[in-house]
């Protein structure tokens, strides 16, 4: 059974950073494509960032240049380094498979304040 837990959110002012982390267990980070995803009121979850098996990475245009994905293969972990942060980052973050099926995380809020 897969399960992802996502950590690391919190509230920030706006130009600040947070680092989120979804711990993976029952499947291998390494072996497959995922990424982060994010979901505001009454809007869609709407892909962040993702990277491929093999390690093409991308990122949803708001975010290039301040958000940074990586995945942490001994830990099985997946990472994403959020810097600059704005009000408009503001929402529930994911963790899951670029598919969209499959398993997802509880999700982590986050807050950027101006």
């Known amino acids: 059974q897969v399960q992802l837990v996502e950590s690391g959110g919190g509230s920030v002012q706006a130009g600040g950073s947070l680092r989120l982390s979804c711990a993976v267990s029952g499947a291998a980070v390494s072996r497959w494509c995922m990424g982060w995803f994010r979901q505001t009121p009454g809007k869609e979850r709407d892909g962040v960032s993702t990277i491929s098996r093999g390690g093409t990475i991308t990122y949803a245009d708001s975010v290039k240049g301040r958000f940074t994905i990586s995945q942490d293969n001994d830990k099985n972990t997946l990472n994403l380094l959020m810097n600059d942060l704005r009000t408009d980052d503001t929402g529930v973050y994911y963790c899951?498979?670029?598919?969209?099926?499959?398993?997802w995380g509880q999700g982590i809020q986050v807050t950027v304040s101006s």
């Open positions: 899951g498979f670029c598919s969209g099926a499959g398993a």
